[in-house]
C-alpha cells in the first residue's frame, strides 16, 4: 500500500489544483498606464492579424486566448496549466509580432497569473481599467475579442467560463452603480446637453461650422449619439469639402450659411477667429427661420465663434468649452465615486467565482470517496452473509484502517506539526467537534 500524508501544503494545494495540471488565468500585455503609446503602436493587432498571432499562440502551447487591441491596450487573456511558461510564450510573441526586443521592452509588458489576472479580466470587462472610467464601448471591444477567439478556434471551457463571469460582473456594475451616467469627456457632454434640449437625437440634423480637431470629434460623436444628419461648413469653400469628404457628409457654401442654419437643430462651431462668426443677429433670424424652435449651440472656438448675446435669445441653448470641460469634470469626479463601489463588486464576484471553482474541483473526489465506500458496503455485506450487525462493523473497520495507518506512521515519526493538521482535517471533514449527543 502506498503511504500518503496530509500537510498544510497539501491541503492548500488541494484548493487550487484539479486532477492533472489545472487551468489558471494569465494575461499579458500593454496599457495606457504601463507603456509609451509607440510600443502600443507596434503591438497593435489588427483584426485580420488575430487569425496569425492565434496560430502562434496555439503553436506555443497556449490554445485557449482572445486577443484584445484596442487604442487603450494590447492584451491577451488566456487560461493555461504552466501559467508561468504561457506568460513567457505571449511575451516573445507579442514581442515578435511588434519586432521588438523583449529586452527594450521591460515592465512596459506586465504578465499577471492566477487571482491577478482574473482581476484583471474582470477589471478590464467593466472599464475599471480604461482611461475614461465607465467608457460603454469596452465591454464590446472584450465581446468583439471573444467572438474572433471562437471563429479562430482559440475557446474552450477553462476560457469561456471565465470570460462569462466577467460579462456577468459587468452587467452587475452597469445595473449596481451610476458609473456610466454622467459624461466625462467633451463630446460626450455635449451630446447629454443636446438630449437635454431636444430629447430624441434621431430627428435632428448637426451643422459643423470650421474643421477644428474638436469640434470634428464633437460632431462624430453625436451622430453615434443618434443624430442621422450632418452637414459641415467653412470659411474655405475647399477645406469645407475635405472635412464633408472626410466625414462623409454634406458640404454648405460658406454664402449660403445664414438660410442653411435653420435647417438645422445643433449648430457646432469650431473655427476659432477674433470676430464673432454667428452674431446676435443672425442668431435671431435662425430662430425665426426655425419658427422659433429650440436651437442648441456649442462654441468650441478659441476664442469663440458665437456671440454670447445669444444666451439672451429664449430659443437658443448657447453652451461655451468651458461649460462643457465643467460638466465633463463633474461627471469624471461621479464615475470615480462610482468606481469603489464597482470595485467592491468586482472583488465580491471574485471571491464568488474562486469558491465555486473550489467546490467545483472537489466534486471527482467526493464521486471517488463514494465509489470506494459502497464498494466497502457490498464486501462487507458479502463477506457478513446478510448480518447486518456483522455488514456494519466489517464496514466500519474498512473504513478507518487506511487513515490510521497514516496517522500512526505520522505519529511515529515525531512530527507533531503535520499530527496537527491531520487530526483538524479529520475533524473538520467529519464535524467531530460538534456536540452529537442529541442533548
Known amino acids: ?40 503602436d507596434r503591438m497593435f493587432v489588427e483584426d485580420a492579424l488575430v487569425p496569425m498571432i492565434s496560430e502562434r499562440l496555439s503553436a506555443a502551447g497556449v490554445e485557449q486566448a482572445i486577443i484584445l487591441s484596442t487604442c487603450d491596450r494590447v492584451e491577451v487573456q488566456a487560461v493555461h496549466g504552466e501559467p508561468d511558461v504561457a506568460a513567457t510564450a505571449i511575451r516573445k510573441i507579442l514581442t515578435d509580432h511588434a519586432e521588438l526586443d ?25 472599464s475599471l481599467d480604461s482611461q475614461v472610467l465607465g467608457e460603454p464601448q469596452v465591454l464590446g471591444q472584450v465581446k468583439a475579442a471573444h467572438r474572433m477567439a471562437q471563429t479562430a478556434g482559440m475557446m474552450g471551457p477553462g476560457l469561456e467560463a471565465i470570460l462569462q463571469a466577467a460579462y456577468a460582473t459587468a452587467k452587475r456594475v452597469l445595473t449596481e452603480t451610476k458609473i456610466g451616467e454622467h459624461p466625462v469627456s467633451i463630446a460626450a457632454a455635449a451630446a447629454l446637453l443636446a438630449r437635454d434640449v431636444h430629447g430624441d437625437l434621431s430627428n435632428c440634423r448637426v451643422m459643423l461650422l470650421g474643421d477644428g480637431e474638436m469640434g470634428e470629434l464633437v460632431g462624430t460623436y453625436l451622430m453615434n449619439a443618434g443624430a442621422k444628419h450632418l452637414s459641415v461648413a467653412h470659411p474655405t469653400d475647399r477645406r469645407g469639402h475635405a472635412l464633408a469628404g472626410r466625414l462623409e457628409c ?34 435671431r433670424a435662425m430662430v425665426t427661420g426655425r419658427r422659433h424652435q429650440p436651437s442648441f449651440a456649442v462654441d468650441l472656438g478659441l476664442p469663440g465663434d458665437i456671440d454670447p448675446a445669444g444666451n439672451r435669445i429664449d430659443e437658443v441653448f448657447l453652451y461655451d468649452l468651458g461649460d462643457l470641460e465643467r460638466l465633463a469634470m463633474k461627471g469624471l469626479s461621479h464615475r470615480e465615486g462610482e468606481a469603489e463601489r464597482a470595485r467592491a463588486i468586482v472583488e465580491e464576484d471574485l471571491a464568488l467565482y474562486a469558491r465555486d471553482k473550489a467546490e467545483r474541483s472537489a466534486v471527482p473526489a467526493l464521486s471517488r470517496l463514494r465509489a470506494h465506500v459502497e464498494a466497502l458496503r457490498e464486501q462487507s455485506l458479502a463477506e457478513a452473509g446478510g448480518d447486518a450487525d456483522k455488514a456494519t462493523h466489517l ?42 449527543s442529541g442533548d
Open 1 to 40: 500500500m502506498p503511504r500518503w500524508r496530509v500537510s498544510s501544503t497539501v491541503i492548500v494545494s488541494h484548493m487550487n489544483v484539479q486532477l492533472g495540471k489545472a487551468l489558471v488565468p494569465v494575461v499579458v500585455g500593454a496599457n495606457f498606464r504601463s507603456s509609451a503609446m509607440d510600443v502600443r
Open 102 to 126: 523583449p529586452a527594450s521592452v521591460g515592465d512596459q509588458l506586465y504578465a499577471m497569473t492566477g487571482t491577478d489576472a482574473l482581476r484583471q479580466i474582470m477589471l478590464v470587462a467593466t
Open 250 to 283: 454634406h458640404a454648405v457654401p460658406w454664402v449660403g450659411l445664414a438660410q442653411a442654419l435653420p435647417e438645422h437643430e445643433i449648430i457646432i462651431t469650431a473655427i476659432g477667429a477674433r470676430t464673432y462668426t454667428l452674431n446676435a443677429d443672425m442668431l
Open 395 to 436: 464496514l466500519i473497520n474498512r473504513l478507518l484502517h487506511d487513515p490510521s495507518v497514516v496517522l500512526r506512521e505520522i505519529a511515529a515519526d515525531g512530527n507533531e506539526a503535520e499530527l496537527y493538521t491531520a487530526e483538524r482535517v479529520i475533524e473538520q471533514l467529519f464535524q467531530l467537534n460538534k456536540d452529537t
